[in-house]
C-alpha cells in the first residue's frame, strides 16, 4: 500500500507524456545567449551560448516540475556552442559549430554597442557558484565541440579563432587563472600551462584539480598525492583527503587509517599522522584530538597543552575553552597558551573571549534539556536563531562578572 501510495504520488507530481514531447522538442528550439565581442586586430568573435542557455532551461525545469531523474537526463545531451567569426565588413571568416534554429544576429555597427571585452569575469566568478558559461570558457579559451558523455571530441580556440588545441579530447579543464589545464583523452591525461604546452602526460594516473586550484591531485586507486603546474610530486599519493594549504604553508592530510596530519609543500609531514581531527590554528597552536582527549600542538607538531581535555577549541585574545566532564557532566573553563588553568572549570557552558569579555553558563542543564534549542533549516531561512536556555553571565579575563 504504502509503494502504491509513493509511486501515484510520484506519477501525479511529473508532466504528462504529452508534456516531455513538448518540453524536449522546445530544449532542441532553445534560442542560444548571444555575445558581442570587441573586434580584436580586426576580427570580431560573436558566442551564441546554446550551453549556458540548456542549463538555464534545466535549472528552471527542476524548480517549476522537480523530478526524481535530473532533467538533464530527460533533455539528453547538451547543444554545443557556435562560435562566428566576422571581420569589420561584417563577413564571415571563420565558424565553428552549427547553428540550430534561425538566429538574428545584429550588424557590425548595432553590436558594437552591446559587445563586451574577453575578460572571462564571468566564468572565474562562475567557477565559484557554478554558472553554466564556465563550462565553455576555459580562461583565457573558448571550448568548442560537442560534449555528448563519453562520445566528446573537444578543443580550445583562442579569441581570434585560432585552434590552440585539436578538437580530440573527451574532456578539457582548468583552474581559474587560466595557469594550469587537464586534458583527458580516453586514460591518457595531459597536464598543459597557460600556453598549453604539454608538462605531464599519464596513463597510470587520473588528474583532477585539487581543492587548492593551484595544485592538481593525481588519484591512485582510493589515495591521492598532489604535483605543481609543471607536473613536480608535491604530496605524494598516500592520502584519502588532502586540504588546502593554510597561512603557514601546511596542508592538512587524512591517511588510510583516518588518522590526519599535516604536510608541507615539500611533501614532508611535519605533523605525524596520528591525530583523530583537528581544531584550527590560532594563535600559532591548533587543538587536536589524541585517543579521545584533547590538547594543542604548534605548527611543528609538538605538544604544547597536554591531551587531558575533552573539549578544547581554539585561542581568541590569548584564552581557549577547555572542559573535562566529571561524573557525566562537563565542566567548562579557560587556559592560557602554556595551559595555565586561568579561569576554574566550573560552568556548564562557555563563549569565547571578544573584547576582554566572555559568557558562560552558570546553572547545569539536566539530562532533559538542551544547552541550545535545536535550529531548523526553517529557522534559518527566516533568520531567527533560537535563544540560548539557561541563565548565562558575561566575565572578564579574570573571570569576574560583568555586567
Known amino acids: 500500500m504504502k509503494t502504491f501510495a509513493l509511486i501515484l504520488t510520484l506519477l501525479i507530481s511529473l508532466p504528462s ?5 513538448k518540453i524536449a522538442k522546445n ?9 558581442y565581442f570587441k573586434f580584436h586586430n580586426g576580427v570580431q568573435m560573436i558566442e551564441l551560448d546554446y550551453l549556458s542557455a540548456y542549463h538555464d532551461n534545466v535549472n528552471s525545469l527542476e524548480q517549476s516540475h522537480p523530478r526524481a531523474l535530473p532533467w538533464s537526463a530527460v533533455l539528453g545531451t547538451p547543444p554545443e556552442n557556435v562560435y562566428i567569426f566576422r571581420n569589420e565588413a561584417g563577413i564571415r571568416v571563420k565558424q565553428y559549430g552549427k547553428i540550430k534554429g534561425k538566429v538574428k544576429l545584429l550588424s557590425v555597427k548595432k553590436s558594437e554597442k552591446v559587445a563586451t571585452h574577453h575578460n572571462h569575469f564571468t566564468s572565474r566568478i562562475g567557477a565559484s557558484y557554478g554558472f553554466s558559461q564556465i563550462r565553455t570558457r576555459l580562461f583565457p579559451y573558448y571550448l568548442i565541440g560537442e560534449q555528448n558523455n563519453d562520445k566528446n571530441k573537444l578543443g580550445l580556440i583562442d ?6 588545441l585539436d578538437q580530440k579530447y573527451d574532456e578539457i579543464f582548468s583552474n581559474f587563472n587560466g595557469s594550469i589545464f587537464i586534458a583527458q583523452k580516453g586514460k591518457t591525461y595531459e597536464l598543459r600551462d597557460r600556453e598549453l604546452s604539454l608538462k605531464y602526460s599519464t596513463s597510470k594516473y587520473v588528474l583532477r584539480l585539487a581543492e587548492d586550484q593551484n595544485f ?4 591512485k586507486g582510493d589515495v591521492y598525492g598532489l604535483k605543481d603546474g609543471e607536473g613536480k610530486t608535491i604530496i605524494p599519493a598516500k592520502y584519502t583527503i588532502i586540504w588546502p594549504f593554510n597561512q603557514h604553508g601546511l596542508a592538512k592530510v587524512r591517511n588510510e587509517q583516518h588518522l590526519e596530519g599535516f604536510v608541507d609543500k615539500k611533501g614532508k609531514e611535519v605533523i605525524e599522522c596520528k591525530y583523530q581531527n583537528f581544531g584550527k590554528f590560532t594563535e ?3 587543538g587536536a584530538r ?3 582527549k584533547r590538547g594543542f600542538i604548534d605548527t611543528e607538531g609538538k605538544t604544547v597543552i597536554p591531551f587531558i581535555y575533552d573539549h578544547a577549541f581554539w585561542f581568541a585574545e590569548g584564552l581557549t575553552r577547555v572542559s573535562k566532564k566529571h561524573n557525566g557532566t562537563y565542566y567548562f573553563g579557560y587556559i592560557d597558551k602554556q595551559g595555565n588553568e586561568v579561569i576554574p572549570l566550573k560552568y556548564a557552558n562557555a563563549t569565547d ?7 558562560v553558563r552558570i546553572d547545569f542543564p539536566n539530562e532533559h534539556t538542551r544547552a541550545r534549542p535545536a535550529v531548523t533549516s526553517e529557522d534559518l531561512r527566516k533568520g531567527m536563531i533560537p535563544k540560548r536556555e539557561g541563565v548565562w553571565i558575561k566575565i572578564d579575563k579574570t573571570g569576574a562578572e560583568v555586567k
Do not use: T
Not at 17 to 21: E, P
Not at 27 to 35: C, Q, R, T, Y
Not at 353 to 359: M, Q, R, W, Y
Open 17 to 21: 507524456f504529452a508534456q516531455f514531447d
Open 27 to 35: 530544449n532542441k528550439e532553445i534560442d542560444p545567449i548571444v555575445h
Open 159 to 164: 579569441s581570434l579563432g585560432k585552434v590552440v
Open 216 to 219: 592538481v591531485r593525481f588519484d
Open 284 to 286: 600559532g597552536l591548533i
Open 290 to 292: 589524541l585517543n579521545d
Open 353 to 359: 573571549f571578544k573584547e576582554g569579555i566572555a559568557e
